[in-house]
């Protein structure tokens, strides 16, 4: 039996650690454990990360054939454009003002992930790729969410500190059902997306480095 779409993102995502604590450097935040220096580290990598993005998915929505990709991806580079004030806003409340924060030397653990976006964006089926990323947004929700409620409670940020953060831990609505629909569309033209599963576990491997070397920055 053919594999529908949904039924592939299902399979992504119950490879995917959605349990924040598991994560070593957001356990580090919640336990008040990590030094407010690797929180800076963490914004400094994110404003490095964040215009790469923004291109790498201007370019699938570029490529994608299916509308509803086009639109998935134009969203998600919109989103870039929204969070990227955000990110100083959050140095700046981990002590990283303007001139720290433009000299901050970014860690190829945390370059990684993006550096495979950007693989993605050159040479994966752009319907494929949007299923892998949907896979992994509740992780990545879930430990936005926790570092948010965890700045606040144990290092005192205040909201405008914690924006970039908050606007990642409710997910868009309609994302996933945008994701698997240019999915199925590609599915139904005879393009089976066989490597759908190796982006999202890359994307998931990568996004686990980038967590462990903002760990090694909290010790």
Do not use: K
């Amino acid at each position: 039996m053919t594999t529908g779409a949904r039924e592939l993102l299902e399979t992504m995502r119950a490879r995917a650690d959605i349990d924040p604590l598991a994560n070593p450097f957001v356990a580090a935040v919640v336990e008040g454990r990590a030094p407010v220096a690797s929180v800076a580290a963490f914004a400094a990598e994110e404003r490095h990360i964040i215009p790469s993005d923004r291109r790498s998915f201007l370019l699938l929505a570029a490529r994608a054939e299916e509308p509803v990709a086009v639109e998935f991806f134009t969203t998600l580079a919109q989103g870039e454009n929204l969070v990227l004030p955000m990110v100083s806003a959050l140095a700046a409340g981990a002590g990283m003002a303007g001139p720290a924060l433009a000299a901050y030397e970014p860690q190829a653990g945390c370059q990684a992930y993006p550096g495979y976006v950007a693989w993605l964006a050159l040479n994966a089926d752009p319907a494929g790729a949007a299923l892998a990323l949907v896979a992994n947004f509740a992780a990545w929700g879930g430990y936005c969410a926790a570092l948010a409620g965890a700045l606040r409670e144990r290092y005192g940020f205040d909201d405008t500190s914690c924006a970039f953060l908050d606007f990642f831990a409710t997910p868009a609505p309609g994302l996933a059902e945008q994701a698997v629909r240019a999915a199925q569309e590609a599915l139904d033209a005879g393009r089976p997306l066989t490597h759908a599963r190796r982006y999202a576990r890359l994307l998931h491997d990568v996004e686990t480095t980038f967590w462990h070397t903002l760990a090694a920055v909290a010790h």
